[in-house]
């Protein structure tokens, strides 16, 4: 059982900073900020989980079942993972190609301490083991001046000591674009999401600096830091997976994607262009549909619902066209279900979804893991909310490695070189804060 404290915060924006910088003592953390983004079905401005009472980190092999018997047991809050690899528990797939981040599959931990904040109100949650810290945590927070802080900062590597690469080169691309766009000739899909690495080795970041400033340049919905011992998500995502409140299921695929420009009337031209953009939009319906089909193997009968088709959304580096699908969670099955019925999410897979899981794994050059995955949490009643690991950057201190991935949907009317101005224009952030 958890204990709780309410408390009114004056100044919400300094203390959201003072605890994400009080976190950084702890070898646990989950950070998840809305960035005051008026996102529809939003919960909290922020989420902050720290300390882990109890954890699950596994591989694949029987994953859902091992999050279901986990979520079921701790009956609390718990904060984690899962990686895209899990479509090898959930279909007869395998991931063959290049890891340089060694993730576990699977990482889940019931925190210790909970802080959650809604405007001016914090709710603080917490384990009775730490009771007596509460009172402290709160001064330290508040003082923005906590204790350990200062010899957690991380020395990083000189600049330019190891430049980000690719590992497939523009003209490999190309050729692979090539090769995707003759399996839609075939009719062996319709649509994939086409990605490539970048990364760096020997490479040693402060985590919390560079998500700080990955997050000031782009402020998505569903920023989110996360550090599970060596393992840190950098995350600027600004999509939904998938949402349960109550028996609401809510999905908010994004698929196609434009610049932003300083001049407003050319900003509005882009926005209206995005919008009537055939591509873009035949991109955005093949994946509704994929997620209607998805959401129908668990759903109430006749309660999927598309609420809003291929609008516009201005984030502060580009426009996305946005969908949100709703369903009624039949009764009887469990959240977890939902998780696994809908994953791997159609926006970073294609249709149909197998088919081009297998031509995604055989034309990529390195093992996805928590890119193109999700990150999220369960609340004690069952409800969870997910977004998807995008515009992301993934390291391992131990391995000094690190590495982001960016991608697009590979349709008929795709352009190879237009394809991959696109993945730059995604890159773009990333690039920039560790550069």
Same mark, same amino acid.
């Given at each position: 059982m958890r204990s709780a404290r309410q408390f009114t915060v004056e100044n919400p924006k300094d203390f959201k900073q003072n605890l994400l910088h009080w976190s950084r003592q702890f070898q646990e953390v989950a950070w998840l900020d809305s960035n005051e983004y008026i996102q529809k079905h939003g919960e909290f401005d922020a989420l902050l989980a720290v300390g882990a009472f109890t954890a699950i980190k596994t591989d694949y092999h029987n994953a859902f079942d091992k999050l279901q018997e986990y979520q079921e047991t701790t009956k609390d809050w718990i904060f984690g993972y899962?990686?895209?690899?899990?479509?090898?528990?959930?279909?007869k797939l395998s991931s063959r190609n290049f890891d340089g981040l060694a993730f576990p599959d699977l990482?889940?931990?019931?925190?210790?301490? /909970?802080?959650?904040?809604?405007?001016?109100? /914090?709710?603080?949650?917490?384990?009775?083991?730490?009771?007596?810290?509460? $009172?402290?945590?709160?001064?330290?927070?508040?003082?923005?001046? %906590?204790?350990?802080? =200062?010899q957690k900062m991380v020395e990083e590597s000189p600049a330019g000591a190891s430049t980000i690469v690719a590992r497939t080169s523009e003209q490999d691309y190309l050729k692979?674009?090539?090769?995707? /766009?003759?399996?839609?000739?075939?009719?062996?899909?319709?649509?994939?999401?086409?990605?490539?690495?970048?990364?760096?080795?020997?490479?040693?970041?402060?985590?919390?600096?560079?998500? $700080?400033?990955?997050?000031?340049?782009?402020?998505?919905?569903?920023?989110?830091?996360?550090?599970?011992?060596?393992?840190?998500?950098?995350?600027?995502? %600004?999509?939904?997976? /998938?949402?349960?409140?109550?028996?609401?299921?809510?999905? =908010?695929?994004?698929?196609?994607?434009?610049?932003?420009?300083e001049d407003p009337i050319e900003d509005a031209k882009i926005t209206e262009n995005l919008k009537n953009d055939p591509k873009e939009r035949s991109e955005n319906v093949m994946i509704v549909d994929l997620v209607r089909n998805d959401l129908s193997r668990i759903a109430k009968k006749g309660s999927v619902?598309?609420?809003?088709?291929?609008?516009?959304? %201005?984030?502060? =580096?580009?426009? =996305?066209?946005?969908? #949100?699908?709703?369903?009624?969670?039949?009764?009887?099955?469990?959240?977890? $279900?939902?998780?696994?019925?809908?994953? %791997?999410?159609?926006?970073?897979?294609?249709?149909?979804?197998?088919?081009?899981?297998?031509?995604?794994?055989?034309?990529?050059?390195?093992?996805?893991?928590?890119?193109?995955?999700?990150?999220?949490?369960? #609340?004690? #009643?069952?409800?969870?909310?997910?977004?998807?690991?995008?515009?992301?950057?993934?390291?391992?201190?131990?391995?000094?490695?690190?590495?982001?991935?960016?991608?697009?949907?590979?349709?008929?009317?795709?352009?190879?070189?237009?394809e991959y101005e696109e993945c730059l224009l995604k890159a773009k952030a990333m690039r920039q804060v560790l550069s």
């Open positions: 899962l990686s895209y690899d899990l479509k090898n528990d959930v279909e990482y889940f931990f019931q925190p210790q301490k /909970l802080f959650l904040l809604k405007g001016e109100h /914090l709710e603080m949650q917490y384990l009775r083991m730490v009771d007596d810290e509460m $009172e402290d945590d709160l001064e330290e927070i508040k003082q923005g001046d %906590p204790k350990n802080v =200062q692979k674009v090539e090769q995707m /766009l003759n399996h839609i000739q075939r009719g062996d899909i319709y649509e994939a999401n086409f990605c490539q690495e970048f990364f760096s080795e020997k490479r040693v970041i402060d985590p919390f600096r560079i998500f $700080e400033e990955l997050n000031a340049i782009s402020g998505p919905p569903f920023a989110t830091f996360l550090r599970l011992e060596e393992h840190y998500l950098l995350s600027a995502s %600004p999509e939904r997976y /998938l949402k349960k409140t109550g028996s609401k299921l809510i999905s =908010q695929p994004i698929k196609g994607t434009a610049r932003r420009a619902k598309v609420e809003e088709l291929c609008r516009v959304y %201005p984030f502060k =580096q580009v426009h =996305q066209l946005i969908s #949100t699908i709703s369903a009624e969670l039949d009764e009887n099955i469990p959240p977890v $279900e939902a998780l696994r019925v809908t994953f %791997p999410m159609g926006s970073m897979t294609g249709a149909p979804k197998i088919s081009a899981m297998k031509i995604i794994e055989e034309l990529e050059d390195a093992k996805r893991g928590l890119y193109s995955g999700a990150v999220g949490y369960f #609340t004690p #009643t069952g409800d969870f909310d997910f977004n998807v690991v995008i515009r992301s950057i993934l390291y391992n201190s131990e391995k000094k490695y690190v590495s982001f991935s960016v991608g697009g949907a590979i349709t008929a009317q795709s352009i190879p070189e237009k």
